[in-house]
């Protein structure tokens, strides 16, 4: 029943006029209140097919779901395994700090059996999955004093922020450079369009963070605070904290989808269903932006999910260039360390954040495009 | 049905293959560790004095009965230094006098420990040494010059040297409430001494390795017995090196532990209080409004936040982010110092050179003559350039930084072989370095294995750096392996390599003397250089006893030219700080270090 209203063309649209990727079914379209999206073509929506849909959706959720399950157990494994096998042990780097000293095998046995590490691996690997079914992520073994969920719930905040207005600032940019070089295709905007998206989108994104935090403090003797503040806790401080890498990241990204979206326009643009609108005299704004974008954005919002999901990961560069402690800073650092515990918790996070973030992808593109069922 | 079927089928393969991965990990992993016997048989090596007769050009025979009659001949009746005994009782403050109060106090720099274990290798600059007190310490409102007594009011020292006693201050309370005793002195240094299991005292043992016993007289007295008189005693007491930081613990916290500080921090004496640390982010402290010095502290509180990009802590400071960094990169230093109505700083001689590190129990580098032509031979300038570019800024250090009295001049050094900058010195000593290589038996060169760690200042830029000038002047090729820096211990202990870009060692004190005892005296235990010079162990000996300030600028010339016969390894350079601060920080002499500090400054106050 969730997804009922948008069965229903007239109730979308008195609630969405205003959204361009929903307006196929806007009935203004045609005179005899057909609504068509690509070649299709389809009268209003019978009431009989709604709960049709809603099984159809439901099924192909659990599915998915049940598919996710295998996907991040293969994760967790995969990177279980990996942080025993790689070489180096930890717990020795631990014990050396500061100073250079290798421990003797019993010292190095004590220790592990005080951390539980002296145990098989599958029965490790079974009390820490136990661990994460309860919620448990464990602490890290350099900082024993805070949690890694502690961790989690206080940094990764600021990295999904950062990474949200990223992603939005990358559409801002994108979508409308993307539209106007297809639409103004070969001419000296283009071109300078164009030559403008290559040049950022070879610039590296923590290079030109660090540019600009060096224009910033040599020109107006100013830097972004390095301190962990919360958009709660003060949004202007907040706000100069995450804007610096929005922009840094955003803006490559930002060339990617305008390159993406003008290759698509084109092909969209060259369809016989959008000769035919020309045909039938329907204004170019009209015919680019409800009928030509909708089918050009498919790939782009693919590449939107991915991003996100690379960028929650941690943009590692861009978040030790500001000094922002996100996720992607306490991933690098544990790394280095060899924290198996922090890199475990964390990249297992990290894949279920791609899971989710593909399958509302996937949801989303049944909105976009009708022809896609489950 | 059929769709979960056909999921079922789709998702067979996908956990064989996970199946199979885990089979393979368990099967190359131990269930349980194994307990493996095996006899180890140790040499002992006896020293034995003879006098052989040598014949050698007549000059040269004056110069080795000079420093024969030295090395054979000890002084019998060092002079120690007594303590200045208007320093009794002196409690440190901030050298101006019109000091004001309040404000916290805001430092950058790298925050980030696995412990709190000051004597296991926590590193003292996350700012947590504010908490806490040593027995003697340096004067940190005058730069870090004079030692200054902190929780022992005054000491003597017998006229032999051998023996030190303290006298403590009273009334002192630790931040839990506990009243300090000498009972913590001692229990502090025999946990430093004499670990028990599970508790590594290694680099900070190293440094009171000449303490022979310490003694209980009485509440608020101890005493040290000394193996051998040791001129820097007092000093090393108050030192304020990175890692191995002396700070007195509590013994009834030690004992409630297991003398183990790791896990849980330690209440101190000191004038901050510890507050809040948040991982990866800052550490907070407050002040101690029972602190004994009741002068101090004059801010309200620290916060130290952790930046660990050098640029970035300078650029924190010129922003006004921060109040002061102990530690700015050169280029935001000197965009601070461009600007001196607004900011200060200095760059005071780190204590402790690192020589690159060599593998002298195997060949090549097991013979003199290599080692003599590689510091012959390789271009010294080209590598400072390199060094600091990436790291701390480096001068040439002749063995001995320039902060320790006898140092040598940059005009000194610069006339020396391996030293000479012009044309004409540089190919008399490259061809000198090739005839030694020749002599030695590579006249073409040879290869070596290098490992390196992974900063820029140890195998990414400055190893390769070395390795390709080494390739290029000596014939010298190798292959190079980046290693983390928690590898180093395991590294060089296993004795695979022939040089080594690594983490350099310190020296707590300014004198090298502590830090020759531990690298380079024969098997020492932090001599993984494997070098070993029976002339220099007694030279060493002398100068571990030898008081009087100018026979030690002799001794210390006679062991660089000792050190330039027969090296441990490669020598080049020495390093400086830079600590940069607002001018508002005062009461730390900021402009005018005398020494580089890690460690405590409950003097500073804000001048808004």
Not at chain 1, 65 to 71: E, H, N, R
Not at chain 1, 168 to 178: D, R, T
Request: charged share 20%.
């Amino acid at each position: 029943m969730l997804f009922a209203p948008f069965a229903d063309s007239s109730l979308l649209g008195s609630v969405l006029p205003a959204m361009p990727f929903f307006s196929a079914y806007y009935p203004a379209d045609a005179p005899d209140g057909s609504f068509g999206i690509g070649c299709h073509w389809h009268h209003h929506t019978p009431p009989n097919a709604i709960l049709k849909v809603d099984s159809m959706m439901g099924r192909y959720l659990m599915q998915r779901l049940l598919l996710a399950i295998p996907t991040v157990f293969g994760v967790t494994v995969l990177i279980f395994v990996a942080m025993r096998v790689i070489p180096g042990d930890p717990l020795r780097s631990i014990i050396g700090e500061g100073q250079i000293y290798v421990l003797t095998d019993e010292e190095l046995n004590a220790v592990k059996a005080s951390l539980g590490y002296d145990k098989p691996l599958v029965i490790q690997y079974l009390v820490w999955m136990g661990d994460v079914a309860k919620g448990d992520l464990g602490y890290s073994f350099w900082q024993r004093d805070r949690s890694i969920a502690d961790m989690v719930i206080r940094r990764g905040p600021i990295t999904l922020q950062i990474s949200i207005m990223s992603l939005l600032l990358a559409w801002l940019i994108g979508l409308p450079a993307g539209i106007v070089t297809a639409m103004w295709r070969n001419t000296p905007l283009d071109y300078v369009v164009r030559s403008l998206v290559t040049l950022l989108m070879a610039i590296p994104n923590f290079w030109l963070g660090l540019a600009m935090i060096l224009v910033t403090i040599l020109i107006w003797n100013w830097r972004p605070p390095m301190e962990l503040v919360s958009l709660w806790e003060s949004p202007w401080k907040n706000l100069q904290m995450t804007i610096g890498p929005a922009i840094a990241m955003g803006v490559g990204f930002g060339a990617i989808i305008a390159r993406m979206i003008r290759s698509s326009m084109l092909e969209v643009l060259r369809e016989d269903y959008v000769r035919t609108a020309y045909a039938k005299g329907l204004p170019s704004s009209t015919i680019i932006v409800r009928h030509a974008l909708r089918n050009a954005l498919l790939p782009t919002i693919t590449l939107s999910g991915l991003y996100l999901g690379a960028t929650l990961g941690g943009a590692v560069a861009v978040e030790r260039a500001f000094s922002v402690p996100g996720l992607g800073y306490s991933l690098i650092y544990a790394v280095q360390a060899r924290d198996w515990t922090v890199i475990q918790s964390l990249v297992l996070l990290f894949a279920v954040a791609y899971v989710i973030i593909n399958l509302v992808v996937d949801i989303i593109y049944g909105f976009i495009d009708p022809r896609i069922r489950y | 049905m059929e769709s979960v079927r056909l999921m079922i089928l789709k998702l067979v393969p996908l956990m064989a293959l996970i199946v199979a991965l885990v089979l393979v990990a368990c099967s190359s992993a131990p269930a349980a560790p194994q307990v493996i016997e095996k006899e180890v048989i140790k040499e002992v090596i006896k020293e034995v004095v003879k006098e052989v007769p040598v014949e050698v050009p007549v000059d040269r025979v004056v110069e080795k009965v000079v420093i024969r009659e030295v090395l054979i001949q000890p002084k019998a009746t060092p002079e120690p230094i007594k303590m200045d005994l208007s320093k009794v009782g002196w409690l440190m403050k901030a050298s101006e006098s019109n000091i004001k109060r309040g404000g916290v106090v805001r430092t950058a720099g790298p925050v980030e420990m696995a412990h709190w274990d000051l004597h296991q290798g926590a590193p003292a600059y996350t700012g947590i040494t504010n908490i806490y007190n040593n027995l003697t310490y340096r004067n940190v409102g005058d730069g870090q010059r004079d030692i200054v007594p902190d929780l022992a009011t005054s000491w003597e020292v017998s006229n032999d040297g051998l023996a030190y006693i303290f006298t403590l201050r009273e009334g002192v309370k630790w931040h839990d409430g506990v009243e300090f005793t000498a009972l913590d002195v001692l229990g502090t240094f025999n946990r430093i001494l004499d670990p028990p299991e599970g508790v590594i005292t290694g680099s900070i043992r190293q440094s009171f390795e000449p303490i022979e016993e310490v003694r209980l007289l009485d509440t608020y007295k101890i005493a040290f017995d000394l193996k051998r008189p040791t001129p820097w005693f007092i000093n090393v007491l108050g030192a304020a090196p990175h890692f191995g930081y002396p700070v007195i613990y509590p013994k009834h916290f030690l004992d409630a532990n297991d003398q183990n500080v790791r896990e849980n921090l330690s209440p101190g004496t000191g004038a901050f209080v510890f507050k809040e640390r948040i991982p990866g982010e800052y550490i907070e402290l407050e002040a101690n409004i029972d602190y004994w010095n009741p002068d101090l502290p004059y801010v309200d509180g620290i916060k130290a936040i952790h930046i660990p990009v050098w640029a970035n802590r300078g650029a924190a400071v010129l922003t006004g982010i921060v109040d002061f960094t102990w530690n700015g990169n050169q280029e935001t230093w000197n965009l601070a110092m461009a600007q001196p109505d607004k900011f200060h700083g200095s760059n005071p001689p780190v204590n402790g050179t690192a020589p690159l590190w060599t593998n002298n129990s195997r060949a090549p580098f097991d013979d003199v003559r290599v080692r003599r032509a590689i510091n012959l031979g390789l271009d010294k300038k080209f590598d400072l350039e390199v060094a600091s570019a990436i790291a701390l800024p480096q001068y040439k250090a002749r063995w001995i930084t320039r902060a320790v009295p006898g140092h040598m001049t940059d005009e000194e050094i610069l006339t020396l072989p391996g030293w000479r900058e012009d044309e004409a010195g540089r190919k008399a000593d490259i061809a000198e370095a090739k005839r030694l290589m020749a002599e030695a038996g590579y006249p073409d060169g040879f290869h070596i294995k290098a490992v390196g760690n992974n900063t820029p200042a140890g195998g990414e830029v400055r190893g390769v750096a070395w390795l390709q000038q080494a390739e290029d002047i000596l014939g010298i090729t190798s292959d190079l392996e980046i290693i983390e820096r928690g590898l180093e211990g395991e590294i060089l202990v296993g004795g695979e390599w022939d040089v080594a870009f690594l983490t350099g060692t310190g020296s707590d004190v300014a004198d090298p003397t502590a830090q020759w005892n531990g690298i380079f005296r024969c098997g020492a235990d932090g001599n993984y250089y494997k070098y070993c010079n029976p002339e220099f162990d007694i030279l060493l000996d002398n100068l571990l006893v030898e008081f009087d300030a100018a026979e030690r600028v002799k001794l210390l010339r006679q062991a660089m030219d000792m050190l330039d016969e027969n090296p441990p390894g490669y020598m080049v350079n020495g390093q400086s700080g830079l600590p940069m601060g607002g001018i508002h920080v005062k009461g730390l002499r900021l402009e005018d270090l005398g020494g580089y500090p890690w460690g405590r400054y409950e003097t500073v106050w804000l001048d808004y």
